[in-house]
């Protein structure tokens, strides 16, 4: 099986999305396969991350301070955002396509010899479990791709279990209640791990607490970021561990959450190791952290951003670091695109403020149509809108209409980020 097989193979897996989808909660289909390939998932520990935002953030940071202490580490992370191998890295490096499609080889020819027909995420998750056994790396970071208990990931027995915080989302398989939420997602908690909460409301806090874990350590309590200030390309950071203060690390990630997300894990890799970081090794790992469409700036005359945003806490979030950190001094031009409720994560993303927005269908099957968000921003009452069938379209007027002085940001979803961001490159000075 060649790379365009491995594809073929994979779309013919894809019932509905690629986001990691489960028709029905069951984690049986790749427990067998994982089984019947060697249990490739138990070879290295883990550390298992989950939660509502700051997901991908948490794990890349995570992966930069395990790499910086000499280890060899496999991240696995979803979506991606252009292609399929980003999912898998090696000490930052991305899967090549040729090992990929023979993992995804070796999981298409076990499966049907256990009688599973596995998705398209339980594919992948089975494939980089292998794929990480075969290169024999020391450490495992595991993102999961929905909720937690029930996700195809969840087959590990992680070191550290990673919580970033929680909101309302997956709610088809999760709800109706925020309990509900955070009780999905504190199935990723074993009996063996040490649980790192990035949530503060008491009351969910006290579901992980209750989870089963050995320890649990928790935002506020137990580490926090003292300071996070507004630093050039990026933010400087003042951060408490349960054993250590670290002062003067800067992070070249934009918006104050990412600070927040460096805490956590902070003190996740700290668990892990059970001692304190030398102060070298995390400022050397964070200045290694990128983070593809997490709101990326692409250019400066004029400003271009992409941020992959997908939720309405994302999008406030997003929102505020724009309109906050950035404050562009020109016209602000607003490329929207998402698969939520279109009023309410066009409120989020303040799209009333912005001068023009210009709206277009991401490119996903749950995709809300271009001409349903044009009405949803007309009804926030915003001046001038423009539709456009796809993001690739919205990307180009935007940047024939913007001067040196303007902003674009291009939001709401992380398909429309990735779809933005090969044409934005582009284009961007």
Known sequence: MDFQEALAYLDEHTSYDKTGRIDSPSIEPITAICSAL??????????????????????????????????????????????????????????????????????????PLVGQDPGYFEILTAAAFRWFADIAVDVMVIEVGLLGRWDATNI?????????????????????????????????????????????????VDIFREAGGATTFVRDEDFATLSNALAVNGRMLDLRTPTTIYTDIFLPLNGAHQGDNAVLALAAVETFFAAPLPEDVVIE???????????????????????????????DTCASVFFGDFH?????????????????????LRADEFDIVFVATAPTPRGIPAADLARAAEELGCDHVVSFDTVEEACVRATEYADGDDAILVAGSLYTAGAARATLQRHAN
């Open 38 to 111: 060697g249990d490739p998932h138990l070879s290295a520990p883990v550390i298992h991350v989950t939660g509502t935002n700051g997901k991908g953030s948490t794990v890349q940071i995570i992966s930069r301070l395990l790499v910086a202490q000499g280890l060899t580490v496999g991240t696995y992370t979803s979506p991606h955002l252009e292609d399929v191998t980003e999912r898998f890295k090696r000490n930052g490096e991305q899967i090549t396509e040729e090992d990929l499609a023979e993992q995804i080889s070796a999981v298409a020819e076990i499966a």
């Open 156 to 204: 590990v027995e992680s070191q550290v279990a990673v919580i970033t915080n929680i909101g309302m989302d997956h709610n088809e398989f999760a709800g109706p209640s925020i309990r509900d939420v955070a009780l999905e997602k504190s199935g990723i908690v074993k009996p063996g791990s040490a649980v790192i909460v990035g949530e503060t409301d008491p009351d969910l």
């Open 285 to 315: 790992a964070f200045a290694e952290v990128s983070m593809a469409g997490r709101f990326e700036v692409l250019g400066r005359q004029p400003l271009v951003i992409v941020d992959g945003a997908h939720n309405p806490v994302g999008a």
């Open 328 to 348: 562009p001094d020109g016209r602000r031009i607003l490329v929207a695109g998402t698969t939520r409720d279109p009023l309410e994560m066009l409120a989020a």
